[in-house]
């Protein structure tokens, strides 16, 4: 008992070593505990984590220039997913710590390249460093970065759907819910769902999962299933201009997925929840009730299944 509860402790230890960004220190904790208790599954887990980071914080030094620093360790973060679906996982509080981690060490380079503001205007800079904010749990920092953001990159899915998942970690359902609709329809593959923490937005991914939708073609049903699953129920007007770009993509996608059908995959599900879009848009105005009978008929012939959930 007593070995047990020592491994514990060093176990703890480890995690605060992770939060202070000292992977080496937090290695050199979980080490001592196997030798405790060396069938200890969740140390075997953690160190194997550690060791992967410590690798790949190896790399840093291949790069001079401190922006890389940081890009390559939001890179990782994204492989190192594919690391633990071979391991099995992720475990908490594991994930919690390796996440500060990444998220802290990557900030402290992106904060040398900020310097005294010169860089503030950069798009990209700022999107990365409201995700380390937000990946660090300092939710009001992350929210000044990821609206900078914003206002350069309305249309992109990575910005969109960061926001929107701060949102819902600052438990504003409605902002989070209209941003995640947004970000589904300007650019579902640039969603990346495994770096979303909203429990609102895991949720739907597992319900559409489940249902055998797979890799890219699960964000494209996402902002589907989200409307039938009452998820995205936070609608916007459409100006003018956008309506009209709205319809200009769908005649675009109708003829796409007319002429090539090797796209249908992606393209069906982007014309179906372009065609929700246009009927959300239809109900709000009180639109000719056969424009809403047109646009239901049109779903019917793409998706019966669909249609008969959304009547």
């Avoid at 503030?120 to 970065?145: S, T």
Wanted: a negative charge.
């Amino acid at each position: 008992m007593d070995g047990e509860k020592s491994a514990a402790a060093l176990l703890q230890e480890a995690w605060e070593h992770l939060k202070s960004c000292d992977a080496n220190a937090a290695r050199l904790s979980l080490e001592d505990a196997l030798k405790i208790d060396y069938g200890h599954t969740e140390v075997v887990y953690a160190l194997k984590c550690v060791n992967w980071w410590l690798e790949r914080v190896r790399k840093l030094g291949d790069f001079e220039d401190t922006y890389d620093k940081g890009g390559y360790l939001l890179l990782q973060w994204r492989q190192f997913f594919t690391f633990l679906d071979r391991l099995g996982g992720p475990r908490e509080p594991c994930m919690y710590a390796i996440r500060r981690f990444v998220f802290s060490s990557a900030l402290s380079w992106f904060q040398d390249v900020l310097g005294d503001g010169v860089n503030q205007h950069d798009p990209a800079l700022l999107l990365q460093v409201g995700q380390c904010y937000k990946g660090v749990g300092n939710y009001d920092l992350a929210l000044n970065y990821l609206l900078q953001a914003f206002k350069f990159r309305r249309e992109d899915g990575e910005t969109l759907s960061e926001l929107a998942d701060l949102y819902a970690l600052l438990e504003d359902a409605r902002k989070a819910k209209l941003f995640f609709r947004e970000a589904f329809f300007a650019d579902p593959q640039g969603v990346d769902m495994r770096s979303m923490e909203s429990e609102m937005i895991l949720a739907l991914r597992d319900r559409v999962r489940e249902m055998g939708y797979q890799d890219g073609e699960l964000a494209e049903w996402m902002p589907i299933y989200g409307r039938i699953f009452g998820v995205f129920t936070v609608q916007r007007g459409l100006k003018p201009v956008e309506l009209g770009r709205l319809k200009q993509s769908i005649f675009s996608l109708e003829n796409e997925i007319r002429n090539r059908a090797e796209n249908a995959a992606r393209n069906r599900p982007r014309l179906i929840n372009r065609y929700l879009w246009l009927l959300d848009h239809y109900e709000k105005v009180r639109a000719d009730p056969a424009l809403i009978e047109e646009t239901m008929l049109k779903i019917k012939i793409i998706d019966p299944a669909i249609h008969e959930r959304i009547r």
